[in-house]
Every structure is written in C-alpha cells, then in structure tokens.
C-alpha cells in the first residue's frame, strides 16, 4: 500500500538531547513537508523539501534540523536548541493529484514529550 | 495569502447532511479552496478543493458561492465516523507548501 510512515509514535525527549523523527514515503512524491501541531491549534510549518538535497525554512525552523538525501525519506531533528519541543509532529508529502493540482498527504504523527 | 473564518463548534445528527461553512472575503483570483479533516491524533486527511465550480467527489461536496467570498462543504450523510475537526484553507496554485492553517471546525455527529 502506499503511504507515509513516521516513527515512533510516542517519543521521549530528555533536556539537552537531540531527537530524530522519522519520515518515509512510498507515494514517489517530489515535496515533503514537517508540521508542529500544538494541542488546540492549527498547523505549523517547520521545514519543506521540493527536491532531494533541497529544503527551506518555514515559519518556526528554530531549533529544528531537516536532511533530504533520498526522495522517499526527509527526517527531522529536534535539537536542545528547541525549548519548548512537546508537541505533535505531522510530516506530509504532496505530488500531482488530478486535475494537476497538489494535495498534501499525511502520516500518522509522532507525539514528542519532554522528560 | 488569503485567511478563513469558521464556526468554532458544530453538532450533527447520524445520518443527515453536515453543512460547513466557510468565509474567505479576502480570496485572490488565483486561490484555490482546499477542505482537510482531522480525526483525534491522526494525520489530516485530504477532502477536496475548488476554485470556481462546485466540486463533488466520493467525500463530500464543496459549494463555492459566484464571488468566491464563502465556501460550504458538504457531508451528504454524516456518520459517526465524520466526528472530525474539518479545515478550511486558500492558497494559490503551485503554492501547496504554504498552506495556512488555521483553528478549524470541530464537527461532532451524534447517534
């Protein structure tokens, strides 16, 4: 089946660690994207990738890390940078969907707390 | 980029129509209308989206009013499993990454 997969599901975060979140897709999309969801709220956009070995900052890239190597993978770091990392954390992809137009995809989530 | 209002809250009974509306008084010409839900603790899940005409598929449907200012979406037999929070976003073509999204409708269908 094709999908997104994201791992783990439940992560636990110490002060001063850096944590890596998984991210892999099977659906041969070129773009990939990290959220931050915060309980009550909307989305956030942290990093998007259009290409492989390409990304760009989104609204709230401080204290994140992203690497796009392969087209099916786009990991993302949470450095001790990030203060406040308890969150929910949403990676999409997107490619051509009928009519031309892109629509985003999602995995199921990782849910990221700090001990 | 264009900014939506929804209603906070809405209720629904099993088996009848859900109606959603949507305001985005400030849409360009070239913004599409994307409709998204979100299952508690799940990933959001694409629904449909529009530019001009009324757009159907096997989800919902989607009425864009003639000056593209409001939106509705449209659950023609809701079901329990609809219990969702539903959002509503504009962007421009090609523009996908840039998604705004904002706090959405929590949609509730009761038995």
């Known amino acids: 089946d094709g999908g997104i997969t994201q791992s783990p599901k439940y992560l636990f975060r110490k002060e001063g660690q850096n944590v890596t979140l998984s991210c892999e897709q099977n659906?041969?999309?070129?773009?990939m994207y990290w959220y931050r969801q915060d309980p009550g709220q909307g989305l956030r956009l942290i990093y998007y990738?259009?290409?492989?070995?390409?990304?760009q900052k989104g609204d709230i890239a401080e204290g994140y890390s992203v690497s796009r190597e392969k087209k099916e993978s786009f990991p993302l770091t949470v450095t001790s940078a990030q203060k406040n990392p308890t969150a929910f954390y949403l990676c999409?992809?997107?490619?051509?969907?009928?009519?031309?137009?892109?629509?985003?995809?999602f995995g199921p989530g990782t849910r990221l707390l700090v001990l | 980029d264009a900014k939506t209002t929804q209603p906070t809250s809405m209720d629904c009974a099993e088996g009848r129509a859900a109606n959603l509306p949507c305001n985005h008084s400030?849409?360009?010409?070239?913004?599409?209308v994307y409709w998204y839900r979100q299952i508690h603790s799940q990933g959001p899940q694409y629904i449909i989206h529009?530019?001009?005409?009324?757009e159907t598929n096997e989800m919902a449907s989607l009425i864009i009013t003639e000056d593209r200012k409001s939106s509705t979406l449209i659950l023609p037999h809701a079901t329990l499993r609809d219990t969702a929070v539903y959002y509503c976003?504009?962007?421009?073509?090609?523009?996908?990454?840039?998604?705004?999204w904002g706090l959405g409708t929590s949609l509730a269908v009761n038995p």
């Open positions: 999409a992809s997107s490619g051509p969907a009928s009519g031309s137009r892109e629509t985003q995809y």
């Open positions: 659906l041969n999309h070129d773009a």
């Open positions: 990738s259009q290409i492989v070995n390409d990304f």
């Open positions: 400030t849409i360009s010409g070239n913004e599409y």
């Open positions: 529009g530019l001009k005409n009324n």
């Open positions: 976003i504009v962007d421009r073509a090609g523009n996908n990454r840039k998604l705004i």
